[in-house]
């Protein structure tokens, strides 16, 4: 980690929700892997709602939202400290929507962590949500912090990494990598060379090409993406799994049991107009675990 890196915080968006908190956990314990400060902030809406003909209602009420945002953030730093001692936290209540205020704070973030799930609490619905916006639009990499409320983020199993085979995915490896090292886990490299469930009763014509072949040639894909980072954290155990099937379903299946899946923000097709690739997001929503979104850039081992 350059100096520069250790300057630039962890930042958690907070709420009166249980996910907050539980996002702030994770994100403490990072922060604390990193040598970097945590920094927490939460979103006050009310003076972006104000209308004038609401002047009679205002009264004490903004003062009320205020007081109750300032409680939550004090919460949130208090359960950091409890569960990283030492982290240095700063805690900020801004006037804006949680959406853009996350995506202005990823700009000067090493990484920006939220919940799966915010006041409105309603299970499995994200779509829209602050946490897919960000994952689409965020400078940095953006955790999602999935799981039940009523527990920790896992701490054991291995790290999980979605492998898509193109240049633009290295962002996302090499954070995997670091993240396996850190946690002394394993890393479980995943690439699904196929984006088309094939049923097992399908016959082909003529074979134009032969599965083995091309299966050998993904293997062989995969360790030339993993090869330069190996050999940069050689104390990483690597378990490399090649499948035909869909990359979302596969790294579902791999998350089971796991701390940390960690994923490109664009799949293979990088069409420049998708800027959440339909993978990341089936995880955003689905993962058993925390979920990190790495924004796709070329980086060198």
């Known amino acids: 980690m350059t100096t520069q890196d250790s300057r630039r915080p962890v930042v958690a968006g907070v709420d009166s929700s ?18 970097c400060p945590l920094r927490l902030v939460h979103a006050n809406v009310w003076p972006w709602t104000y209308q004038p ?3 009679g209602m205002v009264g004490n009420y903004e003062k009320a939202l205020r007081d109750a945002a300032q409680e939550w953030l004090r919460q949130a730093a208090e359960a950091a400290a409890a569960t990283a001692p030492g982290v240095k936290v700063e805690t900020e209540l801004i006037t ?10 990823s700009e000067r973030a090493r990484l920006v962590v939220v919940g799966s799930r915010g006041l409105g609490g309603f299970t499995g619905l994200l779509l829209g949500s602050t946490a897919v916006v960000l994952a689409a639009h965020g400078h ?44 002394k ?21 003529p074979p134009t090409f032969e599965w083995p072949i091309v299966e050998d040639d993904e293997q062989r894909l995969l360790a030339q993406r993993l090869a330069g980072w190996q050999e ?36 293979r097709g990088g069409l420049s107009g998708l800027l959440l690739g339909s993978t990341s997001q089936a995880l955003v929503h689905h993962a058993p675990c925390p979920v990190v979104v790495v924004r796709s850039e070329t980086v060198r081992p």
């Open 232 to 267: 940069k954290y050689p104390e990483v155990h690597v378990r490399r799994v090649v499948t035909e099937g869909r990359p979302a379903y596969s790294l579902l299946q791999a998350a089971v049991g796991a701390q940390l899946v960690v994923v490109g923000s664009r799949g």
């Open 96 to 105: 804006s929507t949680a959406g853009q205020l996350l995506i202005e704070e």
């Open 18 to 35: 249980t996910s907050s908190i539980r996002a702030v956990r994770w994100a403490a314990a990072q922060a604390v892997a990193w040598s």
């Open 185 to 205: 886990a394993t890393l479980i490299a995943v690439h699904a060379w196929s984006d088309v469930s094939i049923p097992a009763s399908f016959v082909p014509g």
């Open 140 to 183: 940095c990499p953006v955790a999602v912090v999935r799981g039940p409320d009523d527990e920790l983020p896992p701490v054991s199993g291995p790290v999980v990494l979605g492998v898509d085979g193109s240049e633009a995915g290295e962002a996302a490896i090499a954070f995997a990598y670091e993240a396996a090292s850190l946690r």
């Open 53 to 55: 003909e609401m002047a």
